[in-house]
T-cell receptor
């Protein structure tokens, strides 16, 4: 079964600064990996997903993530934070058998 | 494509009452999932349908919970004899494959 750990429940950056949200997974086989964003009182929106193709995955809103098997990591980055990026971000992993498991989430705050 | 919709968006009920939530998936999606999300946590898997068949249920889905998808389109999640611990956001997602899930806005349940 997959398990997902997100390091840092809160991350605060200044507008224009690099965003780095960390995610590590635990799996005996390379999983499918996802990043979702959730704005207050809304559902989850898919930012990007890794499905065993290119290890560097580009998503919406300028976000990207890199799958590193040796580090069992799938960290989310964005070169320059925007105020509208302030939200909760969830990393998730699945073996492809309808067993998607989510991390506890990281709340991103963007300071002006 | 109007996205996944859920109704109601908010529900306040007294302990011991029954509640029912509805999810309408994206029309061509044969897979439908229910999740529960409590404050400060990521979504937790409850159950999964492929067409009208309920193929997987989490241990979180106690006897008081029941889900249906009678015609393979919309789904309902019923909670009987609600308890305060049932207060959470209930999320529905749909997809065409096991690594594709599009989420609805959720139903926030408050049990008083």
């Amino acid at each position: 079964a997959q398990s997902v750990t997100q390091l840092g429940s809160h991350v605060s950056v200044s507008e224009g600064a690099l965003v780095l949200l960390r995610c590590n997974y635990s799996s005996s086989v390379p999983p499918y990996l996802f990043w979702y964003v959730q704005y207050p009182n809304q559902g989850l929106q898919l930012l990007l997903k890794y499905t065993s193709a290119a290890t560097l995955v580009k998503g919406i809103n300028g976000f990207e993530a890199e799958f590193k098997k040796s580090e069992t990591s799938f960290h989310l980055t964005k070169p320059s934070a925007h105020m509208s990026d302030a939200a909760e971000y969830f990393c998730a992993a699945s073996s492809g058998n309808n067993d998607m498991r989510f991390g506890a989430g990281t709340r991103l705050t963007v300071k002006p | 494509d109007t996205g996944v919709s859920q109704d109601p968006r908010h529900k306040i009920t007294k302990r011991g009452q029954n509640v029912t939530f509805r999810c309408d998936p994206i029309s061509e999606h044969n897979r439908l999932y229910w999740y529960r999300q409590t404050l400060g946590q990521g979504p937790e898997f409850l159950t999964y349908f492929q067409n009208e068949a309920q193929l997987e249920k989490s241990r979180l889905l106690s006897d008081r919970f029941s889900a249906e998808r009678p015609k393979g389109s919309f789904s309902t999640l019923e909670i009987q004899r609600t308890e305060q611990g049932d207060s959470a956001m209930y999320l529905c997602a749909s997809g065409r494959s096991s690594y594709e899930q599009y989420f609805g806005p959720g139903t926030r349940l408050t049990v008083t």
